[in-house]
């Protein structure tokens, strides 16, 4: 955050500043308005040029249009190839109603016909006529813009061009005096921005538009080659013709400013959450999802939309390889039902062939689809599939700035990225992979005839996360995460994991019965110990009592014989002595 | 030089096939419009004497005039009868070119 701060301070030429300089009005064309830095010079002629079909005209009935709708300002277009009801049934198709605004005044289309054939020239002449029409025009409905498509025709209408180019320098210092904003469109010229050298008279702002072909796509892109008095952008910026008109993708400017959010987002499977801290992916992180086909990537990316549509936020899913139909019937088979998710307007699908249009258009397209959808996520699969229109520099290229606008919006991208069968997985992505904040591989685990899915976590920035792999299962139930059987210095999945497992039971359970056996015995052994000791302690005791009875025996016996002596001596009439010896013998 | 928008010549109401209709557009008496006019009217006593109608269109007066005979450059002389709509632009003094562009004169091949 605190060098996003930094960046923004050096950035050069701050909007406002700008703005004081020069006075602007906005064309209201998505994109223009940003590298012109708001839009084209105020009260001045902008030249617009290009080949034919480059959308020149397109261009300037939206500058008259969204002048008349949006910023309050009527409009002239005085056209010069096509008519009235010709160049109102072309917008019609975008959107814009040229009728309706002409019934409100807002705009004046004034068709003007030049046919070399029908005039014949006789001495000197002026273009008065097209000043009076003009003029008139801008005064009835009060015009702040105007559009001259395309003046060059005048030029293969009169034969005199020397009266027609100062009578052109003419009109447009004239302009100039009106004040009005004035588009003036030219066609190509050799090796010149316009056939009969416009730029040279409309000198204050020069719009190119090019339509190029490569590789047989072909790809819209406008340039501001020139723009008095303001910074624009340099660049050339791939444009889209939509369904509501032209839009420019300044995704060239982008920078690395955007903030980075600390909210985690689930990816859907809740043991991968525990792998990635516990919490899952980082709200507006770029995820990348990588392995080989069938590995399960886009089953991944449907557990994390499953998850997201379930949390209420809008994803946006563009497909390059899959019909919407078909993706959404393979994940119901693993237990992902989407299709609420699309009726309820949570979950939009764009799918497209990647040659149907060329890596800018393809680039042009998902932003006006994130503009106007405004998802929380989106998913890309597979994101390598764009390589089908553009080599590995270019693609990088473009998904550096389709990750700088996600990011920008604090959308969480979640690519998928398919790897060859031969290549090493970590070395092929090497291209984008420093792109991606998470990077998760989904890896074939080939073994005992069997194959088996394996998920690592590559990188994951600013989380702690699990090292280990997890075997990847897929089933009705959906998504499951297992341990995998890492003992006696192997990693086991599949069947050779159950097998493994079933073998360490077993043991087990052997292991068990014999400990209860042994347990038993000692059981035994020491109740045989105890009855021992018992019938020890019974003999113990019968001798006790013996001997107590042999020394009841002994006294009585003693007794019996000083009694006797006594009755002896007593009988005897023995003197004192012999009965105080008697006595002594007695308390002994 | 008359006043612009007054017709120079009255003219006959009937559709007459060789009746020359003829407009000449003008922004204000500026030197070509004013030349163009005498060119004109001489050019008309010479070939279309008494068969010809001068219409003269002052577009700073009426500005919306200006888009039905598509006119860009001033002045403008249209043909308007006999059809087709021809036009020539200038002060019409290539008297031979006027005849040229009025078709009264065969293109030189």
């Given amino acids: 955050m605190k060098s996003g701060r930094n960046i923004e301070l050096a950035a050069p030429a701050s909007p406002g500043a700008v703005k004081t300089a020069l006075a602007k009005c906005p064309t209201g064309i998505r994109g223009l308005d940003e590298i012109t830095q708001g839009g084209l010079p105020q009260g001045r002629p902008t030249l617009v040029c290009g080949g034919a079909g480059c959308g020149k005209t397109l261009l300037g009935i939206e500058f008259l249009v969204h002048g008349a709708v949006d910023y309050e300002e009527p409009g002239v277009l005085m056209a010069f190839e096509e008519s009235e009801s010709e160049l109102g049934a072309n917008v019609t198709s975008l959107g814009m109603d040229l009728p309706r605004l002409v019934r409100e005044n807002k705009l004046r289309i004034d068709s003007v016909r030049v046919e070399r054939s029908e005039i014949q020239e006789t001495g000197d002449y002026d273009l008065g ?15 702040k813009r ?14 005199n061009h020397a009266i027609v180019r100062s009578e052109l320098r003419r009109l447009f210092g004239w302009l100039k005096e009106k004040g009005v904003t004035a588009i003036i469109t030219g066609e190509r010229g050799d090796g010149t921005m316009t056939r009969y050298g416009l730029e040279e008279y409309v000198a204050d702002c020069v719009i190119v538009l090019d339509n190029r072909v490569l590789d047989q796509l072909c790809t819209r892109r406008l340039r501001v080659v020139k723009y008095r008095g303001s910074a624009h952008g340099t660049n050339e910026y791939p444009f889209l013709v939509g369904k509501t008109g032209i839009s420019v993708l300044p995704i060239t400017s982008m920078g ?16 991968l959450d525990s792998m990635l801290g516990s919490q899952g992916y980082y709200l507006g992180s770029s995820v990348l999802i990588s392995g080989a086909a069938g590995s399960g990537k886009t089953s991944l990316a449907a557990a994390f939309v499953h998850a997201a549509c379930q949390r209420g936020e809008k994803c946006l899913y563009l497909a390059f390889e899959e019909s919407p139909s078909q993706i959404m019937r393979n994940m119901q088979s693993i237990g ?7 009726k309820k307007g949570l979950l939009q699908y764009q799918a497209t062939r990647p040659s149907n249009e060329g890596l800018e258009s393809h680039l042009a397209r998902i932003e006006g689809l994130v503009h106007a959808f405004q998802p929380s996520a989106v998913i890309v699969d597979p994101v390598t599939s764009l390589l089908a229109v553009g080599d590995a520099p270019e693609v990088k290229s473009a998904l550096a700035r389709l990750t700088d606008l996600l990011k920008g919006r604090g959308v969480t991208a979640l690519y998928t990225s398919l790897t060859a069968g031969g290549d090493s997985p970590e070395q092929s992505e090497v291209g984008i992979s420093s792109l991606m904040d998470t990077w998760l591989l989904v890896r074939n685990l080939e073994s005992e005839g069997e194959r088996n899915r394996g998920l690592y976590i590559l990188k994951s920035r600013g989380m702690s996360h699990s090292n280990q792999v997890r075997e990847f299962v897929l089933s009705g139930k959906g998504i499951q995460l297992l341990d995998v059987y890492t003992g006696s210095g192997k990693v086991l999945t599949g069947a050779a994991r159950l097998a493994q497992e079933e073998r360490a039971r077993a043991e087990e359970e052997a292991h068990q019965q014999e400990m209860a056996a042994k347990r038993a015995e000692i059981e035994r052994r020491r109740a045989e110990t105890a009855a021992q000791i018992e019938s020890l302690r019974a003999a113990l005791k019968s001798e006790d009592r013996e001997l107590t009875q042999l020394a009841a025996a002994a006294a009585a016996r003693q007794k019996g014989i000083t009694r006797g002596r006594a009755d ?12 105080t010896v008697a006595g002594g013998t007695d308390g002994r | 030089m008359p006043e612009p928008t007054t017709t120079a010549n009255p003219a006959p109401k009937t559709m007459n096939p060789d009746f020359w209709d003829l407009r000449l557009y003008v922004a204000g008496e500026t030197t070509n419009c004013l030349v163009a006019f005498d060119n004109l009217k001489h050019i008309c006593e010479k070939h279309l004497e008494g068969k010809y109608r001068i219409q003269v269109i002052d577009l700073l007066k009426n500005p919306q005039l200006s888009s039905g005979d598509q006119i860009l450059a001033i002045p403008t002389l249209v043909r308007r009868l006999p059809e087709p709509v021809r036009k020539i632009i200038g002060d019409l003094s290539n008297t031979e070119r006027v005849l040229v562009g009025l078709d009264l004169r065969p293109r030189s091949v």
Avoid: C, H
Avoid at chain 1, 129 to 143: N, P
Avoid at chain 1, 569 to 579: P, T
């Fill in chain 1, 568 to 579: 002896l001596s007593r009988s005897r009439m023995a003197d004192s002595d012999s009965a």
């Fill in chain 1, 146 to 159: 105007l559009v001259l498509d395309t003046v060059e025709v005048l030029f293969s209408g009169l034969s």
């Fill in chain 1, 336 to 342: 992902f039902s989407l299709e609420p998710f699309v």
């Fill in chain 1, 256 to 271: 690395l400013e955007y903030q980075a959010s600390t909210k985690r987002v689930s990816t859907g499977v809740p043991r």
């Fill in chain 1, 129 to 143: 006529g097209l000043f009076v029409r003009l003029g008139a025009a801008i005064d009835s409905i009060g015009a």
